[in-house]
């Protein structure tokens, strides 16, 4: 059974940092594309960056190039996201996806909140 288990979120202030991990199971994270989504408030969900499963090549969505890091640990069948200089609006639901040909999966979400 495909599970995704995101944690790490929580409070910061603006300027400040955290990391999410997803920890996965049911499959290899080396074998997916593996992203992280986010969420805010009235808005729709919008990939923020994804790894390729072949080379490990990442990809930032503009808004957090430079201050956001995906990696993956395929010892750990896990995925991270290290947030840099967050700003208010990083404020959402972070989810973890993992997604190959025509199956794709969620976690349930982490809250990631940067008060100003």
């Known amino acids: 059974q495909v599970q995704l288990v995101e944690s790490g979120g929580g409070l910061v202030q603006a300027g400040g940092s955290l990391r999410l991990s997803c920890s996965a199971s049911g499959f290899t994270v080396s074998s997916h594309v593996m992203s992280w989504y986010r969420q805010a408030p009235g808005k729709k969900r919008d990939v923020v960056a994804f790894i390729r499963g072949v080379g490990g090549v990442a990809t930032y969505d503009d808004a957090v190039k430079g201050r956001f890091t995906i990696s993956r640990d395929n010892a750990k069948n896990s995925v991270y996201l290290q947030m840099n200089n967050l700003k208010p609006e990083d404020t959402a639901v972070y989810y973890c996806?993992?997604?190959?040909?025509?199956?794709?999966?969620w976690g349930q979400g982490t809250q990631v909140t940067v008060s100003s």
């Open positions: 996806v993992a997604r190959r040909l025509l199956t794709e999966s």
